[in-house]
């Protein structure tokens, strides 16, 4: 994690999935280092099947449709219109 923690304060992002393979303790400390980001980015919290009954206390929670629900999650916040082809509006 530490590694990848320069990334998060030095490049600007949109959307941020916390996968289930990070603890909760890695997925705080994510949305720590982008807090001050303006605008802040949007993040989701992705359970696996063996995970989705587990809360989490980070990002908006998916908790069906695996990576079709991500899809249009993502989709949905940047403004993209899947079924067009093209952004639904601009940022």
């Known amino acids: 994690m530490h590694n990848h923690s320069q990334i998060l ?3 600007r992002f949109d959307v941020i999935v ?3 393979t990070l603890s909760e303790s890695e997925c705080l400390q994510i949305a720590d280092l982008v807090r001050d980001q303006i605008p802040q980015p949007t993040l989701f919290s ?4 063996g995970n989705r009954n587990t809360g989490s206390t980070v990002g908006r929670k998916l908790v069906a449709g ?3 629900q991500l899809l249009r999650e993502c989709a949905e916040v940047l403004g993209y219109d899947l079924r067009g082809k093209h952004r639904m ?3």
């Open 89 to 91: 509006f601009s940022n």
């Open 18 to 20: 916390l996968c289930d």
């Open 9 to 11: 304060v030095v490049s």
């Open 46 to 49: 992705l359970r696996g099947p």
């Open 66 to 68: 695996g990576p079709l």
